[in-house]
């Protein structure tokens, strides 16, 4: 990791311990409808301050619950608009698209500017991560300033949600302080049983979900179909999720 190319940056402020942890994960195999239920599950509320760790672009320069989504390759840029977005306190969407890709340097150096700009007093930052599994180098502990994001994020207003195709690719980090997880069509499963074994459902009920890829050739509508698990025994809800339209159903057979 090429530490000396990272900026200087100060320590979030305000600690707030009564935030709570509020970090979500998204799991789906490819088409399942991650980045969809990202977009439009409102768990990044409308209205929110939103930042993004965009490799693929999903996100740069389209709207995001209705506001414009901008968005640079600059290190320097990033910084400086972040920092002033923050300072104004307004609802905002950006998006960082690394130039070298989905890399653990690129991701280190996206993380430890929103962790510099974490204020537990001020509106939460809802922090979007795509692809961390290929910038992560292992399924254990995560290192570096995303896993501080993590683990230390909740009282600076951090919220973050992190997308994967796989289970075995969830860092034990994210799966330990994540709470909150959306669920798709998994690829195998194996993938299946690891969500089932972690949250206490039924495999079958995991293995079951339809993606939204799968539906379109099938009914000709992209909807996604997932488990939505929260906190608590037994707190987790099915439901359908249309990944144009936004729109959202008990089962795919109401649409
Ligand atoms: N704007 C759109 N128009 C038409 N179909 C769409 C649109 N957005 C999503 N879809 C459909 O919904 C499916 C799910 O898309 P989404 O990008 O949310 O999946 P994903 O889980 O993020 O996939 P990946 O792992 O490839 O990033 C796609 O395969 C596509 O069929
Ligand atoms: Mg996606």
Sequence with gaps: MKKASLPSLPNPINSNPALDAQHVIYLAGTGGGKTSAVKLMGLVPKGAQAVFFDPYRNYAEQKFQGQM????????????ALAQMRRKGAPFK???????????EELEF??????????????ALHTIIEELASCAETSGKLKGRA????????????????????????????TDQSSTWWVGAMNSTNDAKWVADRRSLLVDEVASLVSAKMNKQRIGKPIAEYILISDGIGNAERGALHCVTGVKKAATSQF
């Design 69 to 80: 989504c901008h968005s640079t390759s600059s290190r320097a840029m990033f910084l400086k």
């Design 110 to 123: 996206f993380a430890s500017v929103v962790w510099a700009l974490g204020n537990g007093n001020a509106p």
């Design 94 to 104: 950006l998006a960082y698209v690394p130039r070298s890709g989905a890399t653990s």
């Design 147 to 174: 896993g501080e994001l993590l683990r230390g994020g909740r009282q600076f207003g951090l919220v973050v949600h992190s997308v994967f195709q796989k289970g075995q690719e969830v860092p034990k980090t994210v």
